[in-house]
């Protein structure tokens, strides 16, 4: 017969040995103070310079590479790999000033040339950003340690793209090399040591020994770890095992804070409308401006702000963010919630009696936010019929298939916002509609710099407010959670923070 | 005779393999979208997202394209991720390790909980029989995901006993290893034990009512050891058979529990390569997984022949 004390009694025993290795190996090296760990939501898609995301990514290029320019919290320009930069006086010609003391990690020395080639390379190549170096005509070494950039039109976010994925430095010699999107050669701040990390969920570096700005290098090693999944990155936290996270959302705050995590918040993107067929192609209704505005006013920003954004976040019209030339307090609520007006610019418009618009919605958001604009616009008269997109939402958005969606864009650079939500072949622009006051003043922009520049940047904002080309809700509070022992500065237009930024706290 | 079995279960998996292939791979393009849009993000402009889809050959006909995948599967070369451009063997190698210390050490338990309780349920009978059913349906009933929520929660977040994510390689670190594999082990095994505490609780009753059981007990042979020598090698067949189905479902269960746990394992690899739509990855997890499963009925026929002569010569 079967004595189940003893097998109860054997499966306890076995129970305290595997409970007292555990416990002795949950408190060990992971937490070591030279070791920066950090949740990200996504792996990096490439490490080779050339092809490089950002966003997200940013911190997996930062640990590796270096970049011409840097860029403080705030947004202000350093000095990186260039000391110093400067244009000629139609600003198409810009030259840099490269350090003579920097060596990548395979010994190859960085100069000019390097510099010359990574540049026409990033812009050569499928980078998602690609188009920052769009303007760049050719890069030439002038000497060591000069080079020449000639452009092909002026671009005022030059500078500010070369602090990012288009100014990152890799080793020439480790070109075209066949394992060049897994094991990066630069000269940044700490090596990716690729035995260790497990593609895909685990990065691994070990600090540069002989990088040129040890000031900046606050830890030993650095582990990047990814959590696809909301639940795991959640679990990590409140078990302690990241310094540093992105949350995905605002739902987990409170319990993020319970577990002894501070939280950062930053305002990156905004949510809301894009009323794309602004001609009225694939919607005749969208073509005139009335309609647009009702739009605007159909829908409660700030009740959205509340129902679907945790209350975390600031209402707003405009796109602009508030560290732009182009903000204006005053359009923050440009359009106040008021159904009526919109019922009345519909029947002024001829649709008294309704209309229908098409939107995709798709399972990637919020469920809630969809069904949320389909009553507030059924209470104007407006039916939506939604498709679901699935998984192609961004790609059939941008088809485009629909005059009109639901949409949360980041709040970028003046320049990199303009060229990305606003010009006839900016991405979100897909329609590929185009204004005269928008191309007139762009121009502007452009062309000139100071105050001339910042008056025509808050001149489009409000035209493009005023045209109703979006519906803004609100911008959208993030947050980035660090652990007691850890302190970061939230960047000014990136949705993660700095690496240089994170310092252990004293 | 068994060379020849063997060789014969062998051609028939390589003819399923490429039949399974064929079908994912259709299928896969079916749904595809636009797969450059999907890698490239939202930042990218049309004509960034038109010279990737170049590059990657997405724009030639599919048959092309498939010709291209499985002459490169042949000679052994799955191609690289498109999400994170890590070689698709490299990445599926590193990581079956993980999920088939996993799902062994699922088994293992699984059989050993299993037998005992069975075993248990069958000789003992009455209230002890009654017991394991009901917590065979309570581990039937529960979903492997919200075992696997409640066990972090209570054992790695309140009690602080294990890792609530992460896994440690065993040549890392032994203890480590066996602190980041004990809660997903557990978590995968509950609704296994379930299914073959029921099936070993079943045979063991039908082999104890058989003939040759009362003719050894009526020649002086103890209960255990008649048990443990004939009834439960009588019985093992079965129960072998649904641990062979628990496997490649473990497999499945793993996909859930990797997840939750942060594991770098084949489960968590395939929700992110399905999710991205990334071809080359989810080809390489298909095949591997395929592979997986024609061995593992291969050697479980070979296990049951070894076992049960009968069944060596149908």
């Known amino acids: 017969m079967f004595r189940w004390k003893s097998v109860t009694a054997a499966v306890a025993v076995a129970a305290l040995a595997l409970t007292g290795c555990s416990a002795s190996d949950t408190s060990s090296s992971d937490s070591a103070s030279s070791t920066l760990t950090l949740g990200l939501i996504v792996p990096a898609t490439t490490f080779e310079a050339a092809n490089m995301n950002f966003a997200n990514e940013s911190p997996y290029g930062q640990a590796v590479y270096d970049t011409l320019l840097k860029e403080d919290p705030s947004g202000e320009l350093l000095p990186s790999l260039a000391t110093e930069w400067s244009y000629n006086d139609t600003n198409t010609v810009l030259t840099l000033t490269l350090r003579d003391d920097v060596k990548f990690t395979d010994g190859t020395a960085f100069n000019a040339d390097a510099a010359a080639q990574n540049l026409t390379r990033f812009r050569d190549g499928t980078s998602p950003n690609k188009s920052f170096l769009a303007s760049l005509g050719s890069a030439t070494a002038i000497d060591d340690t000069h080079v020449e950039l000639t452009l092909t039109q002026p671009d005022p976010a030059l500078l500010h793209y070369l602090t990012q994925n288009a100014g990152m430095q890799g080793s020439p010699a480790a070109f075209g090399a066949a394992d060049a999107k897994t094991n990066p050669v630069g000269s940044g701040p700490y090596i990716l040591d690729t035995k260790k990390t497990v593609v895909g969920t685990s990065y691994e570096f070990t600090a540069n020994p002989d990088y040129w700005d040890k000031d900046s290098v606050h830890y030993d090693n650095l582990s990047l770890k990814v959590f696809a999944d909301t639940t795991s990155m959640l679990n990590a936290v409140k078990g302690g095992q990241v310094n540093g996270a992105k949350l995905g959302d605002n739902t987990n705050n409170a319990e993020v804070e319970a577990a002894g995590y501070t939280l950062n918040p930053f305002e990156l993107d905004w949510t809301g409308l894009i009323l794309f067929d602004r001609a009225g192609t694939l919607n005749p209704a969208l073509a005139d401006v009335k309609v647009r505005q009702a739009l605007n006013y159909a829908i409660d920003g700030p009740a959205m702000l509340k129902a679907v954004g945790e209350g975390l976040g600031t209402p707003t019209t405009q796109i602009f963010p508030e560290s732009s030339a182009a903000y204006d307090k005053k359009l923050d609520d440009r359009y106040a919630y008021d159904p009526d007006e919109a019922k009345k610019l519909l029947a002024e418009a001829g649709y008294a009696d309704g209309l229908t618009l098409d939107m995709p919605s798709t399972s990637l958001g919020n469920p809630a936010v969809f069904t949320l604009i389909e009553q507030q616009l059924k209470d104007v008269g407006i039916t939506v019929n939604y498709t679901d997109t699935g998984t192609n939402f961004i790609a059939d958005i941008l088809a485009p298939k629909y005059g009109a969606t639901w949409m949360q864009l980041q709040q970028d650079n003046d320049w990199a916002l303009i060229n990305f939500e606003l010009t006839p072949n900016a991405s979100f622009n897909p329609t590929h509609y185009q204004d005269p006051t928008v191309d007139a003043l762009v121009a502007t922009i452009g062309t000139t710099t100071g105050d001339e520049a910042d008056a025509a940047l808050k001149e489009l904002n409000a035209y493009v407010v005023e045209q109703a080309w979006f519906a803004p809700w609100y911008r959208v509070q993030s947050n980035y959670a660090t652990d007691a022992k850890t302190q970061v500065e939230t960047q000014v237009g990136n949705a993660y923070p700095y690496l240089w930024n994170f310092t252990p706290a004293s | ?314």
């Open chain 2, 1 to 314: 005779m068994v060379f020849r079995f063997i060789l014969r279960r062998l051609l028939s998996g390589v003819v399923l393999l490429f039949l399974i292939s064929t079908i994912a791979f259709s299928l896969l393009y079916v749904g595809g979208g636009d797969i450059a849009r999907r890698i490239l993000g939202q930042m990218a402009t049309p004509e960034t997202v038109a010279q990737k889809s170049e590059e990657l050959g997405l724009n030639r006909p599919l048959y092309e394209q498939y010709v291209d995948w499985l002459s490169g599967a042949v000679r052994g070369d799955l191609g690289s991720s498109w999400f994170t451009g890590q070689l698709v063997t490299e990445g599926i190698t590193s990581r079956l390790a993980v999920t088939l210390s996993l799902v062994i050490g699922a088994i293992i338990l699984i059989a050993i909980v299993a037998v005992i309780l069975g075993v248990w349920a069958a000789i003992r009978g009455g209230w002890a029989d009654k017991f394991v059913q009901a917590i065979s349906i309570l581990g039937f009933a529960i979903p492997g995901f919200l075992i696997a929520l409640g066990l972090v929660t209570l054992f790695a977040l309140n009690l602080k006993l294990f890792k609530p994510t992460g896994y440690t390689a065993f040549t890392d670190s032994p203890s480590g290893w066996a602190a980041s594999v004990t809660l997903p082990i557990i978590a995968l095994a509950i609704g296994g034990i379930a299914g073959v505490a029921q099936q070993v609780r079943g045979s063991v009753v039908d082999a104890l009512r058989q003939d040759y059981v009362r003719t050894l007990r009526s020649r002086g042979l103890s209960f255990n050891r008649v048990v443990f020598k004939h009834v439960l090698r009588n019985a093992g067949g079965p129960a072998l058979a649904v641990l062979a189905v628990q496997f490649v479902g473990l497999l499945g269960g793993a996909v859930i529990v990797e997840q939750i746990f942060a594991i770098p394992g084949l489960g968590q690899v395939s929700v992110q390569a399905t999710t991205q739509g990334d071809i080359p990855m989810v080809m390489g997890l298909v095949v591997a997984t395929a592979a997986i499963v024609v061995i593992v009925n291969l050697l479980i026929d070979l296990l049951q022949g070894w076992l049960n002569p009968k069944v060596r010569l149908s």
